[in-house]
């Protein structure tokens, strides 16, 4: 069993920046990967990026790519989501989720499906 907490969320304004943190308990966590996801108001839950157990391959959508950096610290047990470039599309809810069977690969979308365990996710806003 993996417990999920976010962290780092808040008000930002365009053109700025935040990092998230996903900071997990449990055990074994180094051999789950690790997903960031969003959902804006009246949107559907995006998947934005993924990184593999070791932290060795990453993957994001196009419409964070460039802009976010994922990252994990296994030692801490927490993967980061750098956000830059921030414009108020980005203002949404995040979440961060994992599982052991879905892969991270790169090109492919993030699916949320195959992802077992969720944080309760943070609210980004981003405005002026």
């Known amino acids: 069993q993996l417990q999920l907490v976010e962290s780092g969320g808040g008000l930002v304004q365009p053109g700025g920046s935040l990092r998230l943190s996903c900071t997990a308990s449990?055990?074994?966590?180094?051999?789950?990967?690790i997903g960031w996801f969003r959902q804006a108001p009246g949107k559907e839950r995006e998947g934005l990026s993924c990184i593999t157990g070791s932290g060795g391959i990453t993957n994001y959508a196009d419409s964070v790519k460039g802009r976010f950096t994922i990252s994990r610290d296994n030692a801490k047990n927490t993967v980061y989501l750098q956000m830059n470039s921030m414009g108020p599309e980005d203002t949404a809810v995040y979440s961060c989720?994992?599982?052991?069977?879905?892969?991270?690969?790169?090109?492919?979308?993030?699916?949320?499906?195959?992802?077992?365990?969720w944080g309760q996710g943070t609210q980004v806003t981003v405005s002026s």
């Open positions: 989720a994992a599982t052991q069977f879905q892969k991270c690969i790169p090109g492919f979308r993030v699916e949320s499906r195959g992802y077992d365990f």
């Open positions: 449990g055990v074994s966590f180094h051999t789950y990967v």
